[in-house]
């Protein structure tokens, strides 16, 4: 990222105040850009009737200047007994929602690999916040963007070396539990010796989908599951799963690759009225100086040509540049869908976006968001 070194040392000092440690890769090279994150609340109980409209509603009311979509300033309390990872070095990669809870994953790099990547949960009205470690083990610092549907939190992490994708449970959140304690969760791939896994998406499926080497589906009502894996700056890798007994259980198979030379930092996967599959991906582009232009890709993954390891036909359908309250801090530092973004479906017709600023801040008890909703 281009940036006026001046500027950066600046808002490095100004923001040092506020943060806990220093030091690390500054969260701006390419060793550091794996993340995002995306999440929906529920099992997908509503379907859009038009995913494209849906993203028009977003403008709150029609002016002649307002030509993009305004984000709304929120905050989150976010208090613990340990600071979080050093910031300068570290920052929020994902967001989801799970009923009441917000969900943020946060890497945690230092001067050795042996450190565990973070998930918070933070109950909204403030009452319970957990702290988890990502799946993987300690060596995988870097969880990345993050997808919940029905009790499971999907998502990707990286170590120095590889990366890999998981899947977690976290029905315990229900009762107020934290998932570190009473959760459980599994790897569901790996890639030795490539650290580009950056996000996941993940949605369910009715109707026939082909696979190569397997008997066409014939059954309209089987529940298949299509999960989504964006290999940074490369490509967005396709899966596909028909269990017979619910997700947790899924046997993963490659289906397509989607190929694009977008750097996503959130990707999240839903289904229109005509079952048809839909990706919102969220990145982050420079403005020219230290800060990020915020922007949301809506993508329509062809399901007639979806064959075994193919390219997909799909044709980015939406380029969608988002104006976005940066709260309380500035540049690389403020809100933007850089870090943590998230989306929801609130109703055939609604869905909410966000977008989080870049830290768990020590010295003031929030971290800011925005929403950007009808």
Known sequence: MKKNSVLWVILALFSFALMSGGGGCGGDSDGCRYGGGVGTADTHPYRLSDPLQALDNLYKEFKENEYRPRGTLRNIRVHYGNPPPDSLANHIQGYANYGDYHILTHSNTGNNSNHPGYIYFHQKDNDYRFRATSPGGYQYAHPGGIQVIGDFLLGASTSDNDSLAWIYDIASLKNNESPGTSGRSKILMRWPGDTSAAAVGITDLRGDIRYSGDDMLTSGNQKKYLFAVHRYGQKVELYISYPTDGLWDSYFRPLANLATDKSYDGIALTRDTNDDV????????????????????????TDDVLDDLKEIRSDVRVEQRLSVDEGFQLGVFAISTRYGTGLAVKSDTEIVLTATQRNIYTATPYTQYNTFEK
Do not use: N, P, Q, T
């Open 278 to 301: 839909w990706m919102f991906a969220f990145r982050g582009e420079s403005d020219g100086g230290s800060g990020f232009f915020s922007w949301v890709d809506v993508w329509k993954l």
